[in-house]
């Protein structure tokens, strides 16, 4: 289980090369092979503040500091958890008329009460010694006509303190976000200053369609002592070994 403030570590992802050729051939450089000589798939599962941290996408002033705090613990039994908090992780899954519960905790809690309620009404309640080594796992039967938005699972410890409550959300069908598109040509743009960042955008993510130069070299018709898009260009140059050419862009006056 993965625990954040989400509003400053905005999300999560599990990250693969993919099922293509191109894939295999990544995921054969950095796996071990199998008994059989095969090479299992390569996954990284990611999360933290990797959008503010990383130094292609951003950079601390001198002075300035990031902090964060996040947490990992382990669950077990419970199944894929849908609420969760430093004491405990939830899960709820509801079919054919029954609920699924599962409650994880972190700490020994002995005399752990959980309650479910539908519309103030219990629909049953469990006392139980857990531990993170013993996980609640109940399945129950639901009242006629109860579905599980109308449930709300409570669970206390033995003086009646809330650890953690859950209530299941209606699923929302929402739109999905439209997708990425190419940037206008640099002879479209405008601003220098959209020029620049246009550039940076397609030399950090490595754009496999747009060169970054283009860019920044429209920019610099316009304006050949631009200092941003000179750096850009002459660092484009040092990678590639072309220090004279990256030196006419360094030192530009």
């Given amino acids: 289980m993965h625990y954040a403030n989400h509003h400053i570590s905005p999300g999560k992802k599990q990250w693969t090369w993919g099922n293509h050729e191109f894939?295999?051939?990544?995921?054969?450089?950095?796996?071990?092979?199998?008994?059989?000589?095969?090479?299992?798939?390569?996954?990284?599962?990611?999360?933290?503040?990797?959008?503010?941290n990383q130094p292609d996408f951003s950079f601390l002033q001198p002075g300035e500091t990031k902090s964060w705090s996040q947490y990992w613990y382990p669950i077990q039994k419970i199944g894929p958890a849908q609420h969760a908090n430093l004491t405990a992780a939830i899960s709820s899954r509801a079919f054919d008329g029954?609920?699924?519960?599962?409650?994880?905790?972190?700490?020994?809690?002995?005399?752990?009460?959980?309650?479910?309620?539908?519309?103030?009404?219990?629909?049953?309640?469990?006392?139980?010694?857990?531990?993170?080594?013993?996980?609640?796992?109940?399945?129950?039967?639901?009242?006629?006509?109860?579905v599980e938005t109308d449930l709300l699972i409570q669970v206390s410890d033995q003086s009646g303190r809330e650890l953690i409550s859950y209530k299941p959300k209606t699923r929302a069908r929402s739109q999905v976000p439209p997708p990425a598109s190419e940037p206008a040509a640099p002879a479209d743009i405008a601003s220098a200053d959209?020029?620049?960042?246009?550039?940076?955008?397609?030399?950090?993510?490595?754009?496999?369609?747009?060169?970054?130069?283009?860019?920044?070299?429209?920019?610099?018709?316009?304006?050949?002592?631009?200092?941003?898009?000179?750096?850009?260009?002459?660092?484009?140059?040092?990678?590639?070994?072309?220090?004279?050419?990256a030196q006419s862009h360094f030192v530009k006056p």
């Fill in 194 to 245: 959209e020029l620049y960042v246009t550039g940076l955008h397609l030399d950090q993510y490595r754009h496999a369609t747009r060169s970054p130069t283009s860019y920044w070299c429209e920019a610099l018709r316009r304006d050949p002592l631009d200092s941003r898009c000179n750096n850009a260009m002459g660092l484009w140059h040092l990678r590639r070994g072309e220090f004279n050419e």
């Fill in 98 to 146: 029954r609920l699924k519960l599962g409650v994880a905790v972190t700490s020994s809690q002995p005399g752990t009460v959980i309650t479910v309620t539908s519309k103030e009404k219990t629909v049953d309640r469990f006392k139980r010694d857990l531990s993170p080594a013993r996980p609640f796992v109940e399945t129950l039967k639901l009242p006629s006509g109860v």
């Fill in 23 to 52: 894939g295999y051939a990544w995921g054969s450089q950095s796996d071990r092979r199998r008994c059989r000589g095969e090479f299992g798939p390569y996954i990284e599962i990611m999360a933290g503040v990797y959008t503010d």
